[in-house]
């Protein structure tokens, strides 16, 4: 197979070129790249992904290492990284032959109904754009059921670097400035990330968190159930009743995350594992894949006109499904099994003429009269015995709320602004008022977050994910055939130019270089609309070469990210 045999190359070229700590970790040639023999991290922050690491070096698992590294990202990026927010964790067991979905959504409060939160838009921050946040208790999950290691030692290297601080690079001093003057309405936000003295964060400064510290010491002392009935809820509470929230006592110690039964797909061989309702990513991912069997894009060529048509003909299709039928299943019937079958794939593949573009007013015209938040983060672990985590975990938009719970030093989302705040307003800018994803009381918001395991023969070869709010999907589509369709290297596959197409608005999103100027004429002559994103999704990504068994980590470089391995 053509990556494989590239990957090959690549990997002893590496393995035999580059030096050993005394750790036995393999020393990449940049941050953002990795060859390791054992285990890997690929995440944003150079801190998370060497937590991670050195979990798996003392003994660890996979699972192990993804829960120490997503508390450090909640230390070191509050962008997204966080104790006040939720996601979704897809782990394979080697052993068990077994994968699993861990969802740990947040979930609108017992108050929250459709009347009261018209008022927001996709945009809004605040009290009442906080969802139950559900992080904490699925991390707890996840180390229960797949866990190795003590709850308490995965918890330690996040205290460790809230205590003592960690240096800033210059991506992350810039943000922290930017967040300090867009949030100065929000008096302790302002508070826990202002630099002490009052002046700019620059480039190598210190950044302490002595409240997120301790509260990450009581989590690990006590487990989440601090966080969800005892110190820490009360700090939540509190924040709540003096804001004007919504959460109460009661959304916290009724919220529990779930280990659900994965979508599963099979496309040319491989097997794709992805998170199901209430993410939209794992039934889109299946659907768009399942009508790709349908064509030959390979034979036609990744940029080729004839194979970027059909793959935004599939994308919007595979859109318009999801506004329509996807939802919190606990409350809304949503039509997985026909939606992921081949032969509804079949069907629709059938639709998609070869010479013009389907107008997306076409599939849902009877429905016309917010986009999620695209500051997600996703890492992927790999460890020796061949254990995987995919994890995608967010806040909502970019520091969540904006709301610090006082004296805990951590973010709450703006996860109540992923519902259709508009019931029945669906319109040609992409606001969608559907039926299955309005607010409801207990209800988790649809998300697009699609960490995404890729087997071959039983064995993980491709662990994978994004942020970017709906071009998730698209991201992690681009991904999944850039390795398995056209034979890329997971670098390569990484770096190649994106596209993303959503049903509403009907414009396909390009990065620069995904098509040729003639190919997107042609395109355009089809009945297509472009528009250039500076960036679709960052895929921090591992591929394990099934000759070698070398771990291929490869950071996104579309965004500050670092793989690490040993």
Request: aromatic share 6%; hydrophobic share 40%; net charge negative.
């Amino acid at each position: 197979m053509k990556h494989a045999r590239a990957s090959i190359l690549v990997g002893l070229a590496l393995a035999v070129a580059l030096p050993c700590s005394r750790a036995g970790r393999v020393a990449a040639a940049t941050e953002t790249d990795v060859v390791a023999k054992h285990g890997a991290v690929v995440s944003v922050a150079l801190e998370a992904s060497e937590t991670g690491v050195k979990i798996l070096e003392r003994g660890g698992n996979a699972v192990d290492a993804a829960v120490a590294t997503a508390l450090a990202l909640a230390v070191t990026y509050p962008q997204a990284g966080n104790l006040g927010g939720g996601g979704f964790m897809m782990v394979h067991h080697a052993r068990l032959g077994q994968t699993a979905c861990v969802e740990y959504r947040e979930t609108a409060p017992g108050a929250a109904t459709p009347e009261l939160f018209k008022q927001l838009t996709p945009t809004s921050r605040g009290m009442l754009s906080a969802g139950v946040p559900g992080t904490v208790r699925g991390l707890a999950l996840a180390h229960a059921r797949f866990g190795r290691l003590p709850w308490k030692e995965l918890v330690e290297p996040s205290v460790r670097l809230a205590e003592d601080g960690f240096v800033l690079d210059a991506h992350q001093a810039r943000a922290l400035n930017g967040f300090v003057q867009h949030a100065r309405d929000y008096a302790e936000a302002v508070r826990v990330f202002s630099k002490p003295d009052g002046s700019a964060w620059e480039t190598g400064d210190r950044f302490v968190q002595k409240d997120l510290a301790a509260t990450l010491r009581v989590i690990g002392d006590q487990g989440p159930d601090a966080f969800y009935t005892g110190t820490i809820a009360d700090k939540i509470v509190a924040e709540m009743q003096a804001g004007g929230g919504l959460i109460t006592r009661g959304d916290l110690a009724a919220y529990q995350a779930n280990i659900r039964q994965p979508i599963h797909g099979s496309y040319r061989g491989w097997d794709v594992f992805a998170p199901p309702p209430p993410s939209s990513g794992g039934v889109a991912l299946v659907e768009m894949l399942n009508m790709l069997e349908s064509f030959d894009l390979a034979a036609q060529g990744r940029t080729s006109a004839a194979a970027t048509h059909t793959l935004i003909e599939v994308m919007r299709r595979a859109y318009f499904d999801r506004a329509m039928a996807l939802g919190d299943p606990a409350y809304t019937a949503v039509p997985v099994a026909r939606l992921t079958s081949q032969a509804y794939a079949r069907q629709e593949a059938e639709t998609i003429a070869p010479d013009h573009a389907t107008p997306s007013a076409e599939l849902g015209s009877a429905l016309l009269a917010a986009a999620e938040g695209e500051n997600t983060t996703h890492f992927s672990v790999v460890d020796a015995e061949g254990n995987a985590v995919s994890n995608t975990y967010t806040l909502q938009d970019i520091y969540g709320s904006y709301v610090v719970v006082r004296g805990a030093g951590f973010l709450l989302n703006n996860e109540m602004t992923d519902f259709n705040l508009h019931p029945g307003r669906t319109d040609r800018s992409g606001e969608i008022g559907t039926a299955p994803n309005v607010v409801e009381p207990g209800k988790r918001m649809l998300s697009s977050q699609t960490p995404t395991l890729v087997l071959r023969d039983g064995k993980v070869r491709l662990v994978t994910g994004s942020p970017g709010g709906r071009t998730i999907i698209n991201t992690v589509l681009n991904m999944v055939l850039n390795v398995t369709e056209f034979g890329m290297t997971v670098r390569d596959a990484v770096d190649a130019p994106r596209m993303h197409q959503q049903w509403f608005p009907d414009v396909t999103r390009i990065e620069a270089g995904r098509v040729s100027d003639t190919t997107r004429t042609e395109l355009e002559a089809l009945g297509h609309h472009f528009e250039v994103a500076p960036r679709l999704g960052d895929a921090h990504s591992i591929w394990i070469d099934p000759q070698t068994g070398l771990r291929h980590g490869a950071a996104d470089r579309r965004i500050r990210g670092s793989a690490a391995g040993y």
